[in-house]
Protein backbone atom coordinates (compact mmCIF):
# COMPACT_ATOMS: atom_id res chain seq x y z
CA UNK A 1 0.00 0.00 0.00
CA UNK A 2 1.45 3.19 -0.80
CA UNK A 3 -0.38 6.98 -0.44
CA UNK A 4 0.46 9.35 -4.02
CA UNK A 5 1.07 12.60 -3.18
CA UNK A 6 0.95 15.21 -6.98
CA UNK A 7 2.22 18.42 -6.12
CA UNK A 8 1.48 21.61 -8.21
CA UNK A 9 2.07 19.21 -11.36
CA UNK A 10 1.77 20.59 -14.75
CA UNK A 11 1.71 19.00 -18.47
CA UNK A 12 2.73 20.92 -21.34
CA UNK A 13 3.00 19.00 -24.97
CA UNK A 14 4.27 21.98 -26.83
CA UNK A 15 2.04 25.55 -26.44
CA UNK A 16 -0.63 23.25 -24.68
CA UNK A 17 -1.16 22.59 -21.19
CA UNK A 18 -2.82 19.16 -21.13
CA UNK A 19 -2.69 19.45 -16.77
CA UNK A 20 -2.34 22.88 -15.34
CA UNK A 21 -1.17 23.15 -11.64
CA UNK A 22 -2.66 20.05 -10.12
CA UNK A 23 -2.22 19.20 -6.67
CA UNK A 24 -4.22 16.21 -4.84
CA UNK A 25 -3.01 13.98 -1.85
CA UNK A 26 -4.06 10.08 -1.85
CA UNK A 27 -4.14 9.03 1.96
CA UNK A 28 -3.20 5.23 2.38
CA UNK A 29 -5.68 2.54 0.83
CA UNK A 30 -7.98 5.52 0.04
CA UNK A 31 -10.15 4.82 -3.03
CA UNK A 32 -9.79 8.57 -5.57
CA UNK A 33 -11.52 8.54 -8.57
CA UNK A 34 -10.28 11.33 -11.08
CA UNK A 35 -13.26 12.59 -12.99
CA UNK A 36 -13.95 15.08 -16.28
CA UNK A 37 -14.96 15.23 -19.50
CA UNK A 38 -13.26 13.69 -22.84
CA UNK A 39 -9.65 15.33 -23.18
CA UNK A 40 -9.67 17.12 -19.25
CA UNK A 41 -6.52 15.52 -18.78
CA UNK A 42 -6.98 12.15 -16.44
CA UNK A 43 -5.68 10.00 -18.64
CA UNK A 44 -2.21 12.55 -19.30
CA UNK A 45 -2.46 12.26 -15.40
CA UNK A 46 -2.36 8.69 -15.05
CA UNK A 47 0.03 7.87 -17.13
CA UNK A 48 2.66 10.44 -15.60
CA UNK A 49 2.37 8.85 -12.20
CA UNK A 50 2.64 5.33 -13.90
CA UNK A 51 5.90 6.79 -15.32
CA UNK A 52 4.96 6.60 -19.29
CA UNK A 53 4.99 10.55 -19.51
CA UNK A 54 7.26 13.37 -17.45
CA UNK A 55 6.34 16.30 -15.68
CA UNK A 56 7.01 19.37 -17.19
CA UNK A 57 6.61 21.32 -13.62
CA UNK A 58 5.89 19.89 -9.90
CA UNK A 59 6.61 16.48 -8.39
CA UNK A 60 4.72 13.02 -7.69
CA UNK A 61 5.31 10.74 -4.81
CA UNK A 62 4.64 7.80 -3.91
CA UNK A 63 4.74 6.34 -0.34
CA UNK A 64 7.15 8.80 0.42
CA UNK A 65 8.97 8.32 -2.40
CA UNK A 66 9.91 11.20 -5.11
CA UNK A 67 9.05 9.37 -8.14
CA UNK A 68 8.65 12.35 -10.84
CA UNK A 69 9.64 16.20 -11.19
CA UNK A 70 11.27 18.28 -14.06
CA UNK A 71 14.87 16.14 -12.80
CA UNK A 72 14.03 12.69 -12.50
CA UNK A 73 11.57 10.51 -13.31
CA UNK A 74 11.80 6.93 -11.83
CA UNK A 75 10.98 4.05 -14.76
CA UNK A 76 7.43 2.95 -14.43
CA UNK A 77 9.19 -0.72 -13.69
CA UNK A 78 10.30 0.38 -10.58
CA UNK A 79 7.28 2.50 -9.44
CA UNK A 80 6.07 -1.06 -8.27
CA UNK A 81 3.03 1.04 -9.79
CA UNK A 82 -0.35 -1.94 -11.32
CA UNK A 83 -2.42 -0.67 -13.76
CA UNK A 84 -5.94 -1.75 -15.20
CA UNK A 85 -6.76 -0.72 -18.46
CA UNK A 86 -9.96 -0.64 -20.34
CA UNK A 87 -8.76 -3.24 -23.16
CA UNK A 88 -7.81 -5.70 -20.94
CA UNK A 89 -4.38 -6.52 -22.49
CA UNK A 90 -4.15 -10.08 -22.27
CA UNK A 91 -1.66 -12.37 -23.81
CA UNK A 92 -4.24 -14.15 -26.60
CA UNK A 93 -1.85 -17.43 -26.44
CA UNK A 94 -1.40 -17.62 -22.79
CA UNK A 95 -3.76 -19.28 -20.45
CA UNK A 96 -4.79 -17.36 -17.30
CA UNK A 97 -2.04 -18.22 -14.85
CA UNK A 98 0.06 -18.15 -17.40
CA UNK A 99 -0.72 -14.03 -18.04
CA UNK A 100 -0.82 -13.36 -14.27
CA UNK A 101 2.25 -15.34 -13.66
CA UNK A 102 4.34 -13.55 -16.51
CA UNK A 103 5.60 -10.28 -14.94
CA UNK A 104 6.67 -12.58 -12.26
CA UNK A 105 8.68 -15.10 -14.29
CA UNK A 106 10.12 -12.41 -16.27
CA UNK A 107 11.58 -10.83 -12.57
CA UNK A 108 13.03 -13.94 -12.21
CA UNK A 109 10.61 -15.35 -8.94
CA UNK A 110 11.20 -19.14 -8.37
CA UNK A 111 7.97 -21.39 -10.38
CA UNK A 112 7.05 -22.50 -6.33
CA UNK A 113 6.58 -19.05 -5.42
CA UNK A 114 5.02 -18.21 -9.00
CA UNK A 115 2.38 -20.81 -8.62
CA UNK A 116 1.44 -19.72 -4.70
CA UNK A 117 1.51 -15.82 -5.71
CA UNK A 118 -0.70 -16.97 -8.84
CA UNK A 119 -3.31 -18.93 -6.72
CA UNK A 120 -3.71 -16.50 -4.38
CA UNK A 121 -4.49 -13.11 -6.80
CA UNK A 122 -7.08 -15.85 -8.60
CA UNK A 123 -8.91 -16.58 -5.34
CA UNK A 124 -8.74 -12.83 -4.91
CA UNK A 125 -11.07 -12.34 -8.26
CA UNK A 126 -12.69 -15.33 -7.08
CA UNK A 127 -11.16 -16.85 -10.48
CA UNK A 128 -9.53 -19.75 -9.01
CA UNK A 129 -11.24 -22.50 -11.59
CA UNK A 130 -10.39 -20.76 -14.60
CA UNK A 131 -6.64 -20.35 -14.41
CA UNK A 132 -6.26 -23.17 -17.46
CA UNK A 133 -8.71 -21.52 -19.53
CA UNK A 134 -7.78 -19.11 -22.24
CA UNK A 135 -8.90 -15.36 -22.67
CA UNK A 136 -11.03 -16.02 -25.26
CA UNK A 137 -12.89 -18.19 -23.47
CA UNK A 138 -13.90 -16.11 -20.97
CA UNK A 139 -16.54 -12.91 -20.71
CA UNK A 140 -15.42 -9.48 -20.62
CA UNK A 141 -16.12 -9.11 -17.14
CA UNK A 142 -14.02 -12.56 -16.32
CA UNK A 143 -11.17 -10.89 -18.84
CA UNK A 144 -11.41 -7.88 -16.10
CA UNK A 145 -10.84 -10.23 -12.95
CA UNK A 146 -7.83 -11.48 -14.67
CA UNK A 147 -6.14 -7.84 -15.60
CA UNK A 148 -6.89 -7.38 -12.12
CA UNK A 149 -5.62 -10.33 -11.02
CA UNK A 150 -2.10 -9.90 -13.12
CA UNK A 151 -1.69 -6.10 -11.38
CA UNK A 152 -2.01 -7.51 -8.15
CA UNK A 153 0.30 -10.56 -8.35
CA UNK A 154 3.11 -8.18 -8.35
CA UNK A 155 2.46 -6.80 -5.47
CA UNK A 156 1.74 -3.21 -6.20
CA UNK A 157 2.23 0.00 -3.81
CA UNK A 158 -0.91 1.56 -5.99
CA UNK A 159 -3.22 0.27 -8.45
CA UNK A 160 -4.27 2.57 -11.24
CA UNK A 161 -7.43 1.55 -12.91
CA UNK A 162 -7.80 3.43 -16.90
CA UNK A 163 -11.68 3.68 -17.28
CA UNK A 164 -11.86 -0.53 -16.91
CA UNK A 165 -15.28 -0.45 -17.14
CA UNK A 166 -15.80 1.26 -20.22
CA UNK A 167 -16.15 -1.62 -22.79
CA UNK A 168 -18.31 -3.70 -20.58
CA UNK A 169 -22.50 -3.45 -20.82
CA UNK A 170 -24.75 -2.01 -18.51
CA UNK A 171 -25.47 -4.95 -16.28
CA UNK A 172 -21.65 -6.37 -16.05
CA UNK A 173 -20.69 -2.84 -15.06
CA UNK A 174 -23.18 -2.99 -12.08
CA UNK A 175 -21.43 -6.69 -11.47
CA UNK A 176 -17.60 -5.29 -11.81
CA UNK A 177 -18.58 -2.18 -9.56
CA UNK A 178 -19.17 -4.78 -6.98
CA UNK A 179 -16.04 -6.73 -7.49
CA UNK A 180 -14.28 -3.34 -6.91
CA UNK A 181 -15.58 -2.21 -4.30
CA UNK A 182 -15.00 -5.83 -2.51
CA UNK A 183 -11.47 -5.89 -3.39
CA UNK A 184 -10.78 -2.88 -2.40
CA UNK A 185 -12.42 -3.59 0.86
CA UNK A 186 -10.42 -7.18 1.17
CA UNK A 187 -6.71 -5.58 0.24
CA UNK A 188 -6.91 -1.79 1.62
CA UNK A 189 -5.12 -0.98 -1.52
CA UNK A 190 -4.93 2.60 -2.66
CA UNK A 191 -6.44 2.88 -5.75
CA UNK A 192 -6.92 5.72 -8.34
CA UNK A 193 -9.82 5.00 -10.68
CA UNK A 194 -9.97 7.57 -13.51
CA UNK A 195 -13.45 7.64 -14.71
CA UNK A 196 -15.71 9.50 -17.05
CA UNK A 197 -19.09 8.06 -15.51
CA UNK A 198 -20.21 9.72 -12.70
CA UNK A 199 -22.12 6.93 -11.53
CA UNK A 200 -18.87 4.86 -11.40
CA UNK A 201 -16.82 7.50 -9.46
CA UNK A 202 -20.06 7.82 -6.99
CA UNK A 203 -20.64 4.52 -6.15
CA UNK A 204 -17.13 3.45 -5.68
CA UNK A 205 -14.69 6.03 -4.32
CA UNK A 206 -13.86 7.53 -0.77
CA UNK A 207 -13.60 11.03 -2.66
CA UNK A 208 -13.46 12.50 -6.33
CA UNK A 209 -11.41 14.88 -8.46
CA UNK A 210 -12.70 16.72 -10.83
CA UNK A 211 -10.85 17.55 -13.50
CA UNK A 212 -11.71 19.85 -16.54
CA UNK A 213 -9.42 21.87 -18.94
CA UNK A 214 -6.44 20.57 -17.38
CA UNK A 215 -7.19 22.00 -13.89
CA UNK A 216 -8.52 20.60 -10.91
CA UNK A 217 -12.00 22.09 -10.32
CA UNK A 218 -13.18 20.36 -6.81
CA UNK A 219 -11.34 17.43 -4.48
CA UNK A 220 -14.36 15.99 -2.50
CA UNK A 221 -16.53 13.31 -0.84
CA UNK A 222 -19.70 12.08 -3.06
CA UNK A 223 -21.95 14.08 -1.00
CA UNK A 224 -20.46 17.25 -1.09
CA UNK A 225 -19.76 17.12 -4.87
CA UNK A 226 -23.40 16.70 -5.21
CA UNK A 227 -25.20 18.70 -2.54
CA UNK A 228 -21.95 21.23 -2.38
CA UNK A 229 -20.60 22.09 -5.81
CA UNK A 230 -17.52 24.53 -5.38
CA UNK A 231 -18.15 26.11 -9.01
CA UNK A 232 -20.41 26.41 -11.97
CA UNK A 233 -18.37 23.91 -13.97
CA UNK A 234 -19.09 21.46 -11.00
CA UNK A 235 -22.66 22.07 -10.35
CA UNK A 236 -23.68 21.70 -14.12
CA UNK A 237 -21.19 18.87 -14.09
CA UNK A 238 -22.40 16.04 -11.73
CA UNK A 239 -25.94 14.95 -11.88
CA UNK A 240 -26.92 17.45 -14.49
CA UNK A 241 -27.34 20.31 -12.05
CA UNK A 242 -29.10 23.41 -13.21
CA UNK A 243 -26.90 26.87 -12.51
CA UNK A 244 -29.25 29.88 -12.47
CA UNK A 245 -29.20 33.52 -11.81
CA UNK A 246 -29.71 34.90 -8.71
CA UNK A 247 -29.72 37.55 -6.26
CA UNK A 248 -28.69 37.47 -2.56
CA UNK A 249 -31.16 38.85 -0.26
CA UNK A 250 -29.99 38.23 3.03
CA UNK A 251 -26.67 37.53 5.18
CA UNK A 252 -26.05 33.60 6.19
CA UNK A 253 -27.62 32.65 9.13
CA UNK A 254 -26.69 28.81 10.09
CA UNK A 255 -26.00 27.58 7.13
CA UNK A 256 -28.99 29.37 4.54
CA UNK A 257 -29.55 32.49 2.66
CA UNK A 258 -32.54 33.86 1.29
CA UNK A 259 -32.20 34.42 -2.60
CA UNK A 260 -34.52 35.77 -5.41
CA UNK A 261 -34.38 33.24 -8.87
CA UNK A 262 -36.73 34.38 -11.78
CA UNK A 263 -38.23 36.15 -9.63
CA UNK A 264 -39.10 34.04 -6.90
CA UNK A 265 -37.64 34.30 -3.34
CA UNK A 266 -36.60 31.45 -1.67
CA UNK A 267 -34.10 29.87 1.15
CA UNK A 268 -31.11 28.20 -0.44
CA UNK A 269 -28.26 26.22 1.26
CA UNK A 270 -25.07 28.35 1.58
CA UNK A 271 -21.45 28.59 3.00
CA UNK A 272 -20.40 30.15 6.25
CA UNK A 273 -19.99 33.69 5.65
CA UNK A 274 -22.12 34.92 2.60
CA UNK A 275 -23.73 38.34 2.53
CA UNK A 276 -26.05 40.03 0.28
CA UNK A 277 -24.73 40.23 -3.26
CA UNK A 278 -26.08 40.64 -7.05
CA UNK A 279 -25.41 38.01 -10.00
CA UNK A 280 -24.73 35.76 -7.85
CA UNK A 281 -25.67 31.81 -9.01
CA UNK A 282 -27.77 28.83 -7.20
CA UNK A 283 -27.25 25.53 -8.75
CA UNK A 284 -30.61 23.14 -8.25
CA UNK A 285 -31.51 19.77 -9.05
CA UNK A 286 -34.09 18.25 -11.30
CA UNK A 287 -35.69 16.83 -7.50
CA UNK A 288 -36.25 20.80 -6.68
CA UNK A 289 -38.25 22.12 -9.07
CA UNK A 290 -42.42 21.10 -8.77
CA UNK A 291 -45.37 22.65 -10.54
CA UNK A 292 -46.66 25.50 -8.02
CA UNK A 293 -49.88 25.32 -6.62
CA UNK A 294 -52.67 27.67 -5.85
CA UNK A 295 -51.05 30.65 -4.71
CA UNK A 296 -47.50 29.42 -3.80
CA UNK A 297 -45.05 31.61 -5.09
CA UNK A 298 -43.10 30.06 -8.53
CA UNK A 299 -42.59 31.42 -11.89
CA UNK A 300 -44.32 31.22 -15.24
CA UNK A 301 -43.14 29.53 -18.34
CA UNK A 302 -43.31 27.12 -21.48
CA UNK A 303 -43.20 23.56 -21.24
CA UNK A 304 -40.45 22.58 -24.76
CA UNK A 305 -40.29 18.96 -24.26
CA UNK A 306 -41.35 15.91 -22.03
CA UNK A 307 -39.66 12.73 -22.81
CA UNK A 308 -41.17 9.34 -21.66
CA UNK A 309 -38.94 6.68 -19.92
CA UNK A 310 -41.38 4.56 -18.49
CA UNK A 311 -42.89 5.49 -15.17
CA UNK A 312 -41.89 9.34 -15.55
CA UNK A 313 -41.01 11.43 -17.95
CA UNK A 314 -38.48 14.20 -18.36
CA UNK A 315 -40.11 17.89 -18.54
CA UNK A 316 -37.92 20.32 -20.36
CA UNK A 317 -38.63 24.18 -19.24
CA UNK A 318 -38.13 27.40 -20.17
CA UNK A 319 -38.72 30.07 -18.09
CA UNK A 320 -41.03 34.03 -18.83
CA UNK A 321 -38.07 36.39 -19.88
CA UNK A 322 -35.58 33.91 -19.56
CA UNK A 323 -34.81 31.79 -22.47
CA UNK A 324 -31.13 30.88 -22.28
CA UNK A 325 -32.15 29.29 -18.55
CA UNK A 326 -33.41 25.95 -19.91
CA UNK A 327 -34.87 24.01 -16.78
CA UNK A 328 -35.69 19.95 -16.63
CA UNK A 329 -37.88 18.53 -13.92
CA UNK A 330 -38.89 14.85 -13.59
CA UNK A 331 -42.86 14.15 -13.63
CA UNK A 332 -44.07 10.75 -12.86
CA UNK A 333 -47.22 8.96 -13.87
CA UNK A 334 -49.10 10.28 -14.96
CA UNK A 335 -47.66 12.88 -16.93
CA UNK A 336 -49.94 15.88 -17.29
CA UNK A 337 -47.14 17.87 -19.09
CA UNK A 338 -46.44 18.48 -22.95
CA UNK A 339 -44.14 20.62 -25.23
CA UNK A 340 -46.02 23.32 -26.11
CA UNK A 341 -47.93 24.00 -22.68
CA UNK A 342 -47.93 27.01 -20.28
CA UNK A 343 -47.04 25.93 -16.83
CA UNK A 344 -46.12 27.17 -13.27
CA UNK A 345 -43.54 26.05 -11.56
CA UNK A 346 -41.56 26.91 -8.00
CA UNK A 347 -38.04 26.26 -6.52
CA UNK A 348 -37.98 24.22 -3.81
CA UNK A 349 -34.14 24.56 -2.44
CA UNK A 350 -30.80 24.62 -3.35
CA UNK A 351 -27.36 25.70 -3.08
CA UNK A 352 -25.59 29.07 -3.62
CA UNK A 353 -22.73 29.09 -5.16
CA UNK A 354 -19.55 30.12 -3.43
CA UNK A 355 -18.47 33.80 -4.78
CA UNK A 356 -15.03 33.87 -6.45
CA UNK A 357 -15.46 30.18 -7.39
CA UNK A 358 -15.88 30.43 -10.83
CA UNK A 359 -15.22 27.84 -13.47
Known sequence: MAG??????????GASKALDSVSIDVADGEFLAVLGPSGCGKTTLLRMIAGFETVTGGR??????????????????????GIVFQNYALWPHMTVAENIAYALKVAGVSRAERD?????????????????????????????????????VAEPRLVLFDEPLANLDVHLRASMEDEFASFHKRTGTTILYITHDQAEAMALADR????????LMQLATPHELYHAPANEMVASFISQGMVLPADVLTAEKRGACKVRVLGQELVVRCRKGEKPRRDARICCRASQIEAAKGKAEGFGGT??????????ARVEFEPDGAPQVGLHFDQPDPVAFEAGQRARLRITSGWLIPAGEGA
Open 4 to 13: LSIDNVTKSF
Open 60 to 81: ISIGGREVSSPAMNVPPERRRV
Open 116 to 152: KRVGDALALVDMQPYGDRRPANLSGGQRQRVALARCL
Open 208 to 215: IAVIDHGR
Open 303 to 312: VTRAVYRGGA
